[in-house]
T-cell receptor, first 116, second 113 residues
Framework: GAGVSQTPSNKVTEKGKYVELRCDPI?????LYWYRQSLGQGPEFLIY????????DSGLPNDRFFAVRPEGSVSTLKIQRTERGDSAVYLC??????????????FGPGTRLTVL | DQQVKQNSPSLSVQEGRISILNCDYT??????FLWYKKYPAEGPTFLIS?????DKNEDGRFTVFLNKSAKHLSLHIVPSQPGDSAVYFC????????????FGKGTKLSVKP
């Protein structure tokens, strides 16, 4: 079946602009995660959803970042007033439930965001 | 402060030999450890995991060893193949992180024919 998809694959924007990044999880997966990977680093947790609600948003760096999952499937990560430091690959993952030991997190290919 | 550390940014091995990738952690409350493999321009792909109550898990050419007293785990790949060339991330869950994973910085493995 189809894996996790993310759009766009690349996004170039100017400092101060607003961007939206989209994630389509694997059908039937209730848990959805957003991570950010900066150059030379491992993925860093941002937020995860169990169904429609954000179960843990402790990784969001500040209030410019926001994510929604209104129908419990597709999720959108929104970044306001982008800064050059926001440049990174934004990864989305989904899993059947939120048990990392038993339910594998499947990652999408990521969206590479470049803020000029 | 990094809770999951991969101190070797790169590793080069000959095809057919063993690859050993290492990972250290600081949080003794982690309950699962996972290895992910990542090719350029792709998302990480799950490889193998181990529960904190075990000390070894094997899947084909891949074996993960866990030493809880040393807070250390390692991934062994035997025999190594050129297609194994990728960045390998060690990750941990639990210990207050709930469902999300805490990743190391990764080790780039190059397997030379």
């Amino acid at each position: 079946g189809a894996g996790v998809s993310q759009t766009p694959s690349n996004k170039v924007t100017e400092k101060g602009k607003y961007v939206e990044l989209r994630c389509d999880p694997i059908s039937g997966h209730t848990a959805l995660y957003w991570y950010r990977q900066s150059l030379g680093q491992g993925p860093e947790f941002l937020i995860y959803f169990q169904g429609t609600g954000a179960a843990d948003d402790s990784g969001l760096p500040n209030d410019r970042f926001f994510a929604v999952r209104p129908e419990g499937s597709v999720s959108t990560l929104k970044i306001q007033r982008t800064e050059r430091g926001d440049s990174a690959v934004y990864l989305c993952a989904s899993s059947l439930t939120i048990s990392p030991g038993t339910d594998t997190q499947y990652f999408g290919p990521g969206t590479r965001l470049t803020v000029l | 402060d990094q809770q999951v550390k991969q101190n070797s940014p790169s590793l080069s091995v000959q095809e057919g030999r063993i690859s050993i990738l290492n990972c250290d952690y600081t949080n003794s409350m982690f309950d699962y450890f996972l290895w992910y493999k990542k090719y350029p321009a792709e998302g990480p792909t799950f490889l193998i995991s181990i529960s904190s109550i075990k000390d070894k898990n094997e899947d084909g050419r891949f074996t993960v060893f866990l030493n809880k007293s040393a807070k250390h785990l390692s991934l062994h790949i035997v025999p190594s193949q050129p297609g194994d060339s990728a960045v390998y991330f060690c990750a941990a869950s639990g210990g207050g992180s709930q469902g999300n994973l805490i990743f190391g910085k990764g080790t780039k493995l190059s397997v030379k024919p």
